[in-house]
């Protein structure tokens, strides 16, 4: 029973586990090359029975020392955040609180795209009681094998660490722990303190060192010498060496690092889509997007190539077309990486270090090797004729006429200078852009395509507009996308953030579509249509094969407080994105795009990807897809 305010120890501030956890978090620090910045940016909640006394409480009581941010959906508050780190270079993050249940589970899909592209994020979902007054209470799960398990059991799989805080003194070694893997570039990603609802809210005697200010320092791992060696050796001896830059590049900020080796060596540099950018588009060593969406030039360099040099890649199968792609009978790979699990892949020889000390430890070493003109003429004229194809693909012959996906990126791309920032995710559009896109800058190009989660676009363009205001921010999302999270528009109304958000509608799941038709199954289901009823009138027997369903996007998205421009031909478009451009608040560009199959499209894949095709089939659409699978999985092969 509560007796009132209880005296505190001697060095000692008594407060309860939700006011020591934001009082501590408001005091943490990261430190790079000499700059300083606050690890925990701020605080993204939305309220329930499960936190509101707790966190909500000691939020209200932080007032300035810890800022918070509303949000709509849990799952979008973690796209917000995860948008922010990326922004900041993994050195600034926010946190998420939520209530229990599934306030709690939303949050899983959030957590799953942040580990996965290894960026922080900061997850305190509420909990069931601790001390189980009463068993079950609302939103909890029952398990009857195990009284210690809860919802937020699912986080764990997909956190880089997680803990329930079922004692208030076991915060500290827990909070701790998570900064330390909050600030690890080698080990980053999500990072949940599960907090039941009774402990948030209860007293305790902190020790004052607790709160003093702590600094996170980011050191840059230098590379092994022997390691470093052994390295130098294989590219010098390489002929026809082909870089591959991954996202990693941009988390160290290694750009330069990467631009001085290239120009000292002559080497080629494709990208990932998280490296993308790495070189401005312009640059002569720079190939374009490797893999299923990459350009032909890279691509048929990475079959010719003897040496693959991966800088901060993950190898992903859009990478390596499904271990298609490098098809050279003796080609190696070294790879460079923060994490020595990446840096084996492939049968490597692994250079375990940050990225920029790496790049800069090779450029020293090989300050007195070039490769042959002959190979660099080569990509210079691929890179050329690629270039021809982008125009192709942008080109614009009749101005009254509605654009294709691949015309409204250039009519965008026409606009944009190295200030503006391109954020997408899932869709046909990552595709396109890979392909297609001109980075100017070198985080202009924000494509989420590790998890490549469907409503991603707009809470990411919200938390990367809050880490660089001032600079325009798009978020380009499909009607599907749209579809699967709109909310956060209500948030940058609200904040009055300038996001300029551009729909693309075309009745359905566009790259799905594709790609059914790929693997045999004719676009089954991905359609916005209505259904065509066959005469039995079983319920659920028809196709969607109908008219295009009445779906006014550009209505939804008014209905939220976003300023919507309509943009009916190529002409209205371009009117369309300047002004939205210009807006000073959160502004929609409403597009219905043709389909590529009245038009000119974007270039076709020009690397492979794995979906098995179904082995037996009596439609003969399935039927010709596996033959022509069979004949693509024969050239997958094991680097070993």
Not at 183 to 212: H, I, K, R, S
Request: charged letters at 20%; proline letters at 7%; glycine letters at 10%.
């Amino acid at each position: 029973m509560s007796t009132g305010p209880i005296t505190p120890r001697p060095g000692t501030r008594r407060l309860t586990t939700a006011q020591a956890l934001v009082a501590f978090l408001a005091r943490q620090y990261t430190e790079r090359d000499g700059h300083r910045r606050r690890l925990i940016g701020a605080t993204w909640g939305i309220f329930g029975h499960g936190n509101v006394a707790g966190i909500g409480q000691a939020l209200l009581e932080s007032g300035p020392d810890m800022p918070y941010h509303q949000g709509r959906n849990e799952q979008a508050m973690v796209h917000a955040a995860v948008g922010y780190a990326r922004q900041c270079g993994r050195l600034s993050t926010h946190a998420v609180t939520t209530s229990i249940g599934p306030g709690a589970t939303n949050l899983v899909t959030g957590a799953a795209l942040a580990t996965i592209n290894r960026l922080p994020v900061l997850l305190l979902p509420g909990d069931a009681f601790a001390t189980r007054p009463a068993d079950p209470v609302l939103q909890q799960l029952e398990v009857p094998y195990a009284g210690d398990v809860s919802v937020n059991d699912t986080l764990r799989p997909v956190s880089r660490y997680f803990d329930r805080i079922s004692r208030p003194e076991a915060l500290i070694p827990a909070v701790l722990t998570a900064m330390r893997v909050l600030t690890d570039p080698a080990e980053t990603g999500a990072v949940t303190l599960a907090l039941p609802q009774d402990v948030q809210a209860e007293a305790y005697d902190w020790p004052e060192e607790f709160f003093a200010e702590r600094v996170w320092r980011v050191h840059r791992p230098q590379p092994d010498p022997e390691a470093l060696a052994v390295a130098v050796r294989a590219i010098a001896e390489a002929r026809r060496p082909l870089i591959i830059a991954g996202g990693g590049v941009h988390h160290s900020g290694a750009e330069e690092a990467l631009e001085q080796l290239a120009e000292a060596t002559g080497i080629p540099v494709a990208s990932t889509q998280a490296g993308k950018g790495s070189l401005r588009y312009d640059h002569t060593a720079d190939v374009g997007g490797i893999g299923h969406t990459g350009t032909a030039t890279a691509d048929e360099l990475a079959r010719a190539a003897d040496l693959v040099i991966g800088v901060g890649t993950r190898y992903s199968d859009f990478t390596t077309a499904s271990a298609t792609l490098f098809a050279h009978p003796e080609v190696r790979f070294v790879n460079l990486n923060i994490t020595g699990f990446d840096a084996h892949k492939l049968a490597a020889l692994p250079l375990v270090a940050d990225a920029r000390a790496g790049l800069v430890a090779l450029t020293g070493a090989l300050r007195d090797h070039r490769v042959e003109h002959g190979y660099e003429t080569e990509y210079t004229d691929g890179k050329e004729r690629w270039e021809h194809r982008v125009d192709a693909a942008y080109e614009v012959r009749d101005a009254e006429v509605r654009p294709t996906q691949p015309q409204v990126l250039g009519v965008l791309d026409g606009l944009v200078t190295a200030d503006d920032i391109v954020i997408n995710a899932a869709g046909s559009l990552p595709g396109d852009l890979h392909k297609l896109w001109r980075s100017r800058s070198s985080d202009q190009y924000h494509v989420e395509y590790g998890y490549s989660c469907m409503g991603y676009e707009i809470p990411a363009a919200i938390g990367v507009a809050m880490a660089t205001p001032g600079r325009p921010v798009w978020a380009l999302v499909g009607d599907g996308t749209y579809l699967m999270n709109p909310t956060e528009i209500v948030t940058a109304v609200q904040e009055n953030i300038p996001i300029k958000v551009v729909i693309l509608q075309n009745h359905g799941y566009a790259s799905i579509g594709g790609l059914s038709e790929a693997v045999g199954c004719e676009g089954f289901g991905t359609a916005y249509r209505y259904r065509e009823q066959p005469d039995t009138g079983v319920p659920g027997t028809g196709s969607y094969t109908g008219r295009p369903l009445p779906v006014d996007l550009g209505a939804n998205a008014a209905s939220l407080g976003m300023r919507v421009i309509r943009a009916k031909t190529v002409r209205d478009l371009r009117e369309a994105l300047t002004e939205a451009r210009a807006a000073d608040r959160p502004t929609c560009v409403y597009v219905e795009t043709e389909t590529a199959d009245t038009v000119s499209g974007p270039p076709p894949a020009q690397a492979w990807w794995d979906v098995p095709v179904a082995e037996t089939a009596t439609r003969p659409s399935a039927v010709k897809a596996r033959q022509e699978y069979d004949r693509q999985v024969a050239a997958r092969r094991r680097h070993l």
